[in-house]
């Protein structure tokens, strides 16, 4: 197995050198045609004069960058469609290419996740100066999370459910109420929450326990604006649109982050910094999202795990082998609620701030494009979607030169949604099994010494 | 109390110990089963005795399969009672009576296709929790060779004859003592079918399995079989041993004209 998997491996990259100057010569021939397309329609723009003529702007540096576009996406097109060719012809058992591409990324992920703060810190100079980092680690772990919790009910058990945000609304509420209605400490309220977001994930599990696909996407679609609008229109228990502010803030298990004496830093004998909150909540979502993959991982080895699996693709077949499907989908649903539930309070207690805005359809939507994007099922796969879909648009607002080339008002994040539709359309085309498509089997060989 | 009546006491012991070995392992009484207001199923009576091949033949759209599943609980029957090991299985819900000891390799196989076959054979003994996995897996290798080599395959990937010996052998994880098969020679190739209809034979002379066979497959399902029924449109019109059936003009006529002799 072993000899056998890397013979084809070498062939590949031989093949790909002697393909390389057809592929930049195949790639350029389309970077002309645009050029040709751009010199009557883009190149240059009239504009009403200040007399009564017209002005010409030339605008060669869209062109050019139209065409370096181009010629990109059709050298990366061209190469990802002779690698797949090439793929088909091998045909390889379960494990391959991506699952060894996935075994390559997880540990620089979870080394560069490990160390964000201190990468932060060293890169801009000092912790504070790095918060910028810090933050967007915190904004993309949360989703990480999420899409976690989310892969669950549709990765694994196959159980399309667009309204994943009303838990993560559940938990950020119970943690917002139960703290400053009875000021219970986070620490409290944590599992709480949990608890409380996986009982309305089995009120939401037991009517759609017949449905299936579309119908089951629209009736937890609607569960999702259920949950939204009472959170609006129950102003008395949940303030309504206004939301819940003063939230108590995050303590370092009892010490508050103060500049007092009894605060975090003081105990600590450390200087007092504003910034120690924020590193401990990225460490706080960090272990949150990590304890939501090891759970996952885990189950997906337990009896349970692999029923949600079989679920998705028989439920027939899961039945005839004695599996109580009702069990298994509302475990399902339970475990992917409470750790939305999880997310949520995470989200209340660093925001201090919730209101139902926060949990409209469009982030069920995001979670759910993670989910898909990933590759339905593969843990580094929606994380890695997770990180491109929320750290992309994010990073694009820093990239001075498209300003330079579409205009100072050009402000990418207005054009997030765009961006969406494009990753979604592309991966249609190129993975439509999402990032890592394949799914590696919870038992091998050496397992079985167990 | 006399000797006299103590020999009266074993003789009545004996009978009814008789008695029960020959009640049927499964017993189909007056069973009829609807889709929506279409009925599939007008009052079977069919039974399967303990250690028998019993098979069911019948032509595309008789409602074999219709019964196959109505004995596992979906449909369930809408009159009648359905009989397994003295228990009345009628209105149980499928995953209970998957956990009574029948298994059933259904209509298409339904293995799971993305997932190993090694998963799924753990599916299979899922009912167990998987204690005999490992030993029961080495059974499954022995029994069919084919999926030895094959084991950390994608189920979708195998070949139909692979698929149907895997939904087979996930069946028989469970270690059952009726296994129930629906088609299992549909679309394979004539070695094929040979290779599993000789393992279900091997399953039930080695180990006693008793077995119940859906086939439209008439001739090898029929010489397979101890004895046989056959179903016209939801309903069964003759029953008789495997070879009385072969016999049979009629059968002849109406399943195995341009048979496989
Ligand atoms: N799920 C279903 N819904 C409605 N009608 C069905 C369904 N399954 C089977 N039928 C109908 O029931 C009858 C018996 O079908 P089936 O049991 O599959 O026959 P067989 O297995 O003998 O070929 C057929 O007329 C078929 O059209
Ligand atoms: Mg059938």
């Not at chain 1, 002779?82 to 991506?98: D, I, L, S």
């Not at chain 1, 060293?122 to 892969?151: C, F, H, K």
């Amino acid at each position: 197995m072993a000899s056998g998997s890397t013979t084809p491996i070498a062939v590949t990259a031989r093949a790909d050198a002697s393909a390389l100057p057809g592929l930049i010569k195949d790639a350029g021939l389309f970077a002309l045609v645009t050029l040709g397309l751009c010199v009557p329609i883009v190149s240059y723009r009239t504009d009403l004069g200040q007399g009564i003529g017209l002005v010409i702007t030339s605008r060669w540096g869209t062109v050019f960058a139209l065409c370096a576009a181009i010629f990109v996406l059709r050298f990366l097109q061209q190469l990802y469609l002779t690698g797949r060719t090439r793929r088909r012809a091998a045909h390889a058992p379960v494990a391959e290419g991506a699952s060894r591409l996935a075994a390559i990324l997880s540990p620089i992920t979870l080394g560069i996740a490990l160390t964000l703060p201190l990468l932060a810190a060293l890169g801009a100079g000092s912790l504070g100066e790095g918060r910028y980092w810090i933050d967007l680690g915190i904004l993309i772990l949360t989703y990480v999370m999420l899409g976690w919790g989310l892969n669950i009910v549709v990765g694994l058990a196959g159980l399309l459910d667009l309204g994943y945000v009303a838990f993560y609304a559940v938990g950020a509420y119970s943690y917002a109420l139960l703290s400053t209605v009875f000021g219970l400490s986070f620490w409290v309220c944590l599992p709480l929450a949990g608890l409380f977001a996986a009982a309305f994930g089995v009120l939401l599990g037991f009517p759609v326990l017949r449905l299936r696909g579309d119908y089951l996407a629209i009736v937890t679609l609607a569960f999702g604006e259920i949950i939204r609008l009472v959170l609006i229109n129950w102003t008395d228990f949940s303030g309504g649109s206004a939301g819940i502010s003063s939230i108590p803030r995050v303590s370092f298990f009892g010490l508050p982050f103060t500049a007092g004496e009894n605060g975090f830093a003081a105990t600590f004998g450390l200087a007092f910094n504003p910034m120690h909150r924020l590193v401990f909540l990225y460490y706080l979502i960090l272990v949150l999202a990590l304890v939501t993959n090891l759970v996952t991982l885990r189950m997906r080895r337990l009896p349970l795990g692999r029923a949600w699996e079989a679920l998705r693709e028989d439920e027939i077949a899961c039945r005839s082998l004695g599996i109580d499907t009702t069990i298994t989908k509302l475990t399902a649903f339970a475990l992917g609620a409470m750790f939305a539930g999880f997310a949520g309070s995470f989200f209340a207690v660093r925001q201090a701030f919730v209101s139902p805005e926060s949990f409209n359809f469009l982030e069920s939507a995001i979670i759910l494009a993670i989910v898909v994007l990933g590759g339905m099922g593969s843990q580094i796969g929606v994380a890695i979607a997770a990180i491109v879909m929320v750290g992309g648009p994010e990073l694009l607002r820093n990239l001075g030169f498209l300003k330079a080339v579409f205009g100072e008002g050009f402000d990418p994040s207005e054009y997030r949604l765009l961006l969406f539709g494009l990753a979604m359309v592309a991966m249609m085309v190129f993975r439509p099994r999402g990032l890592i498509s394949e799914r590696t089997p919870s038992v091998t060989i050496a397992e079985r010494a167990r | 109390m006399s000797v006299a009546g103590i020999n009266v006491l074993v003789e009545e012991t004996r009978a009814l110990q008789a008695a029960q070995t020959k009640a049927p392992l499964l017993d189909v009484r007056g069973v009829s089963a609807y889709y929506g207001s279409i009925q599939a199923l007008k009052g079977v009576d069919l039974h399967v005795k303990e250690g028998e091949i019993v098979a069911l033949i019948g032509a595309n759209g008789a409602g074999k399969s219709t019964l196959m599943m109505t004995i596992f609980g979906q449909p369930q029957a809408r009159t009648g009672s359905i009989t397994y090991a003295g228990r009345d299985i009628t209105r149980m819900a499928t995953h209970e009576i998957a956990r009574l000891n029948i298994a059933q390799s259904p209509e298409g196989r339904r293995i799971f296709s993305r997932m190993s076959v090694r998963e799924n054979l753990q599916m299979g003994a899922a009912v167990h929790g998987g204690r005999h996995f490992a030993e029961d897996l080495e059974r499954m290798c022995v029994l069919f060779p084919r999926l030895k080599e094959r084991l950390d395959q994608r189920g979708g990937t195998m070949s139909g004859g692979e698929q149907q010996m895997l939904a087979i052998a996930r069946a028989l994880m469970s270690r059952p003592k009726l296994l129930m098969l629906d088609e299992p020679s549909l679309g394979l190739a004539p070695l094929i079918v040979k290779q599993i209809f000789s393992a279900v034979r091997e399953l039930n002379e080695r180990e006693g399995l008793t077995v119940f066979i859906v086939e439209q497959n008439a001739y090898h399902a029929l010489k397979l079989a101890h004895r046989g029924y056959v179903m016209v449109t939801g309903a069964v019109t003759m029953s008789g041993t495997g070879r009385e059936l072969l016999d049979d003009p009629q059968v002849k006529a109406a399943y195995l004209e341009g048979g496989q002799h």
